[in-house]
């Protein structure tokens, strides 16, 4: 089983600054990576898929790189609505599909 | 649009059994994998098991193995997702979420969207 771990847990931004969330993977998944954001009280929405490709109606400032077992998701200009758990998912070696911990974004 | 919707909230007593529904509209409920995944509150993310609903050839994570049936009904497109000998550590809200798109034999774009609403499973004596 790949276990997938984020880092920080916690990422405290202003406003408008930017984020960098980052996604280790224990091997190798090559670009089968996605992005999850989670509101509080809803389900996750997916931000980004294939490591890099934004998901449908996904603004420009969500951005996603990497390959292999690094990846970064970064929000270039926080709005009040990108505060909110990411997750990063593995579907290259499946099943079992895994996801990181989270990293929760949250208002400095 | 593409929507998953769920049956409501359960409440059940330990060692009892839950059924959970997920009704896809809006694309065709054959061609795509159906996910389960659980969220225990104020937790992560955790994956169960998956289902095509063509073959009805499905997988289950280790931990619910002999515990967890996923099925489903193709005339209503809707997937079921069954829980049995509940326990207090099966609190948590359950979603369905759309897989790979299937064909073949072969499944692509293995990423889950869309999500199901979420249906919030309370196990309690």
């Known amino acids: 089983e790949i276990v997938m771990m984020q880092s920080p847990a916690t990422l405290s931004v202003s406003p408008g600054e930017r984020a960098t969330l980052s996604c280790r993977a224990s091997?190798?998944?090559?670009?089968?990576l996605a992005w999850y954001q989670q509101k509080p009280g809803q389900a996750p929405r997916l931000l980004i898929y294939?490591?890099?490709t934004r998901a449908t109606g996904i603004p420009a400032r969500f951005s996603g790189s990497g390959s292999g077992t690094e990846f970064t998701l970064t929000i270039s200009s926080l709005q009040s609505e990108d505060f909110a758990v990411y997750y990063c998912?593995?579907?290259?070696?499946?099943?079992?599909?895994?996801f990181g911990q989270g990293t929760k974004v949250e208002i400095k | 649009q593409v929507q998953l919707v769920q049956s409501g909230a359960e409440v059940k007593k330990p060692g009892a059994s839950v059924k959970v529904s997920c009704k896809a509209s809006?694309?065709?409920?054959?061609?795509?994998?159906i996910n389960w995944v659980r969220q225990a509150t104020g937790q992560g993310l955790e994956w169960m098991g998956w289902?095509?609903?063509?073959?009805?050839?499905?997988g289950y994570a280790q931990k619910f193995q002999g515990r967890v049936t996923m099925t489903r009904n193709t005339s209503i497109s809707t997937a079921y997702m069954e829980l049995s000998s509940l326990r207090s550590e099966d609190t948590a809200v359950y979603y369905c979420?759309?897989?790979?798109?299937?064909?073949?034999?072969?499944?692509?774009?293995?990423?889950?969207?869309?999500w199901g609403q979420g249906t919030l499973v309370t196990v309690s004596s």
């Open positions: 979420a759309r897989g790979g798109y299937c064909t073949g034999g072969v499944c692509l774009n293995n990423w889950f969207d869309p």
């Open positions: 809006g694309y065709t409920f054959t061609s795509y994998d």
């Open positions: 289902m095509n609903p063509n073959s009805g050839n499905t």
């Open positions: 091997q190798s998944v090559s670009s089968n």
């Open positions: 294939g490591a890099s």
């Open positions: 998912q593995q579907y290259n070696n499946w099943p079992p599909w895994t």
